[in-house]
Each structure stands twice: as C-alpha cells, then as structure tokens.
C-alpha cells in the first residue's frame, strides 16, 4: 500500500489556491493516553487543521522544549510504543480523511527498521516523516525506502543553515521544508521574529516546496503574522500546554479543537 504523500502535496496546493497559509498542528502520540491522544488529533482537523504531524515521543528530545518534554513524559510512563504511532495514524487519517505525517527522531526508526518503518506507516495512510536530526548526508536509506512507500521525507531547516546548506537540504526533501524560526527548543514565545521571515525568503530561493514555519507560534496574531510569509505555521507546544492546563480530559479534547479554530481564523487574517 502507498502513504499519502500526494495527499498532503494536494492539500498544501489547495491552501495555497485559497491564498492562505496551511494550519500544521503537532501532537505527541499516547499523551495523556493513546486513545485521547487519538481524540486530540481529530479534535484539532475538527478544529480547523489542515495536515497533523504524530510525535513519537522520547526519552531525550533535543530539539523539544518543557512544555513537550512533559506530554513526552507522560507518553513514555504510560508505555507508548511505535505501534501505538502507528494506530494513532491509523485512525486520525480513517475517521478525516486528512494527511498525518510522523515527527521523530532518527535513533528509534534505525532500531525499528527503515523498511519495517515505511512500510507500517504507509499501510497506516500515513503522508510522511519530519525527521529533525536526520543529516540529509546519511539519508538515503530512508529516503529510498519512503520514495517507495509513497512517504514525503520533510527535512528542518534553521537560521544558522548557509545558503548551499539550504539548497542541499531542499534538493533532498519532499512534501514540505520545516523551516526553525528561533535556533534552538520548540515552545511559544512572544515574538516568532523576522528571522523567521529571512530564512522562509532564503529557502524559497532553493526550492518549489512550500516552506512551513514551527518553533514559536501559539496564538492567532503570531499564526497571522507567519502566514503573511510563509506556506504553512507549524503549532506544538501551544497545544500542548492547552492539554496540559485542562482540568479533565474531556476539557483537553476540547482545548485542542477550541485553539486549532482560533489558529485556523488567524491563517486566514481572520483573527
């Protein structure tokens, strides 16, 4: 079976055909549990999202700040698993029809197994992978077997990234580039900045792929802000902390969709 990485391509496009950038919501799988983590994903398409990336969380997140650390936490004590990633995949995309991709780390996909990996997220109806730590150097092995499993391979680019960085790193992705707005941890912050607008402007000059912004939004003036720029804001950490804040998880469910409908009218500079 083939992933969705059409899918996604076609969803990018079809926000870019409205003249609006793309709403990315990021979510760790198992946090609290599996199944409300499952709740959480379809709460934020419900809400607005247009494409959801599945953390599989990890013991020693570098690129993560607290807020996720804590759902990733949470997520590890209760036993998450790569299978349940893959459920959480599985049924996001069966109950919307929408595209969701997987973000890891490089370390648990080369003990799963590349081939296993691509393999069991394509059967999923997954659209890719954001792999964070992975050089485009030492890639080829995933990027042959995503290629073919129908997988987008989305690489992160950072401010710190030379220009001929850029263009070797674009050359190599598919779907989409991560572009890191703020150099180092995810989390939300009070101004997403123009270095954000700088390196979306740089990256563009590499590549036809839309360039999508994560490391900082959590509102709808910063979601507008970004989108006046960039293909796609990219929201974690705001979600999270949603999550994290609500009262019982009924409330968290309904956080998560209550924010993605605040982010979804600030993409659209209707906030």
Not at 12 to 23: I, K, Q, V
Not at 123 to 131: T, V
Request: with cysteine; glycine share 10%; hydrophobic share 45%.
């Amino acid at each position: 079976m083939s992933g969705n990485i059409q899918l996604l391509n076609d969803t990018l496009a079809a926000a870019r055909n409205e003249d609006r950038a793309a709403l990315i919501a990021y979510l760790p799988a198992g946090f609290p549990t599996v199944d409300l983590g499952i709740d959480a994903v379809k709460a934020a398409f419900d809400g607005g999202a247009d494409v959801v990336e599945v953390g599989l969380p990890h013991s020693d997140p570098v690129l993560d700040g607290p807020v996720i650390q804590t759902a990733d936490d949470i997520a590890l004590r209760g036993g998450v698993r790569i299978a349940d990633v893959m459920r959480t995949v599985r049924e996001a995309h069966a109950a919307t029809g929408k595209p969701v991709l997987v973000m890891t780390y490089w370390n648990p996909i080369d003990r799963y197994g590349v081939e296993r990996f691509t393999s069991e997220l394509a059967e999923a109806g997954g659209a890719g992978c954001i792999l964070p730590d992975l050089p485009v150097e030492e890639a080829g092995l995933w990027r042959e077997h995503a290629e073919k499993h129908g997988l987008a391979t989305v690489f992160v680019v950072a401010p710190s990234s030379k220009d001929a960085r850029l263009a070797k790193i674009t050359a190599a992705g598919s779907g989409f580039v991560y572009a890191a707005s703020l150099m180092g941890v995810t989390g939300t912050r009070e101004s997403v900045g123009e270095q954000a607008q700088d390196l979306v402007r740089r990256t563009r000059a590499t590549t036809e792929l839309p360039v999508c912004v994560g490391l900082g939004v959590s509102n709808p003036a910063q979601a507008a802000e970004v989108a006046a720029f960039a293909d796609g804001v990219i929201v974690g950490s705001a979600f999270v902390k949603r999550m994290l804040d609500a009262p019982d998880d009924g409330a968290a469910v309904a956080a998560v969709r209550e924010l993605a409908g605040e982010l979804a009218r600030g993409v659209r500079g209707k906030s």
